[in-house]
């Protein structure tokens, strides 16, 4: 005989995976605010010689492309 009816076992079972997905949730949010990027359209660079498009982490308006190294110059769209 169980010691516990297979009600308490499918309790400890949702239990368990609530536990699991809120701790890899705790974590994503962590792994977020360490990384510090965040998608602003204002710092997505697309360099004009090889086409390839990168975010810069600081607020710079001049660099250069990670690919060619090439000079991309950001430019202000208007909405
Ligand atoms: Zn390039």
Redesign the pocket.
């Known amino acids: 005989m169980l010691p516990f009816s297979f009600a308490d076992g499918l309790f400890f079972y949702a239990a368990l995976w609530l536990i699991l997905i809120i701790f890899l949730w705790l974590r994503e949010l962590h792994r977020n605010r360490r990384s510090g990027w965040e998608l602003v359209k204002g710092r997505l660079f697309n ?1 004009s ?2 086409h ?1 498009s990168f975010i810069v982490k600081d607020s710079r308006n001049v660099v250069r ?1 990670p ?2 190294n ?1 000079m991309c110059i950001l430019r202000k769209h208007r909405n």
């Open positions: 360099c010689s090889c390839h492309c690919k060619c090439a």
